[in-house]
């Protein structure tokens, strides 16, 4: 069964994910790296990468088409969507929003070891900066497809990781997983 991760940057869906991998033998699929690749690839952050694709949706289409495609074509694996919107083009998964406060998602930032255009030390910048591109995504999504990424009904689970490691989030998160794979049997 696929399991959807989304949630606001910074919150730890990636790590959660490369957790929930490794101890449970999930395959991954990145959407977010795909989307960080090309905003480099256009020497873009993905805040400017976000705001160009309110102008030019077409990578999004691409994006969100092949999303509900391996979606389809993998149903019966243990995959792992690491994506903005896989809960949205894959919707039969376990799906799942990681929550952060704004000033932990900041500092999480701030202190990243993260390169180029993605790296913002000062946590006043890296706030702005974080809450102007989830933002801007929500607002692509919802002029895209009418969905609202914060509307937590959508989610079969909704993780606050502001106060808790990434292994506690990803021990909650498997433990409501089992309990979700048991109902639909």
């Known amino acids: ?13 990636s790590t959660i994910a490369n957790i929930l991998i490794e101890k449970h033998h999930f395959k991954r699929i990145g959407v977010g790296d795909m989307f960080k690749a090309e905003a480099e690839r256009r020497g873009m952050s993905s805040e400017e990468f976000n705001a160009f694709c309110i102008k030019d949706p077409s990578y999004d289409f691409f994006i969100d088409k092949e999303t509900a495609r391996l979606g389809k ?3 019966n694996e243990n995959i792992i969507f690491d994506s ?4 949205h083009f894959v919707p039969k998964s376990f799906k799942v ?6 000033d932990e998602m900041a500092k999480r930032l701030a202190l990243s070891d993260r390169t180029g255009k ?7 910048k890296a706030k702005k900066s974080l809450i102007n591109r989830f933002n801007l995504e929500n607002e692509r999504y919802r002029q895209l497809y009418g969905t609202d990424n914060l509307n937590f009904s959508n989610y079969d689970l909704v993780i606050d990781t502001t106060n808790i490691s990434a292994e506690e989030a990803a021990e909650i998160l498997w433990n409501e997983y089992q309990k979700f794979c048991k109902k639909k049997d």
């Open 118 to 124: 993605e790296k913002i030390t000062d946590i006043k």
């Open 73 to 75: 074509e993998l149903e």
């Open 84 to 87: 903005r919107l896989a809960w």
């Open 97 to 102: 929003f990681v929550d952060v406060t704004e």
């Open 1 to 13: 069964m696929i399991i959807t991760i989304t949630g606001k940057p910074c919150s730890g869906k």
